[in-house]
């Protein structure tokens, strides 16, 4: 006997995590996410940080653990979008889709929110902010500190 609405959302969030293209070795870091934690998996040889899931590429999957980080990084490049290329994203328009260099070394896709376009730099710090996506995961996304 388990805890049968904790297998369900589970569930749930792996089905939403494959619609989106995700892997499941993923999951703890969406975990991590629903309780405002961006985690990364890191090497406790060398303490190299990953995203996604992976092994370090000196000490292969022995010493993968998922840790905390600090959420924060730094803009490295981004685009504005001005059109909508479906239409469920029409009342979205325009926004902004990034790549952010985080402290801890990996690169992350994703939006940059609650900020005027006109003052986004390469280079400017940002901190995660977890957002609900529509697919129903919480996800991050990054204000400008
Ligand atoms: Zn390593």
């Known amino acids: ?22 892997d499941p070795a993923d ?4 975990d991590g996410c629903e309780v405002g934690q961006f985690m ?5 040889v060398c303490q190299r940080a990953y995203w996604p899931a992976s092994r370090c590429i000196e000490h292969g999957d022995e010493s993968m653990v998922w840790v905390a980080a600090s ?30 260099e985080l402290e801890e070394g990996p690169f992350y896709h ?4 609650d900020c005027d376009h006109d003052s986004l730099r390469v280079g ?5 902010k977890m957002a609900l996506h529509e697919s129903g995961l919480t996800v ?6």
């Open 124 to 128: 400017m710090k940002l901190m995660a």
């Open 71 to 100: 959420g924060r990084g730094t803009l490295h490049t981004y685009t504005i979008m001005h059109r909508a290329y479906i239409p469920s994203m029409k009342d979205k328009v325009p926004f902004v889709v990034g790549v952010v």
């Open 27 to 30: 999951l703890p870091f969406w």
């Open 110 to 113: 994703s939006n940059i929110i």
């Open 40 to 44: 990364l998996h890191r090497c406790n």
């Open 140 to 145: 991050p996304m990054f204000v400008a500190v």
């Open 1 to 22: 006997m388990g805890d049968t609405s904790a297998l369900d959302a589970q569930q749930s969030k792996l089905n939403a995590v494959l619609k989106l293209g995700g």
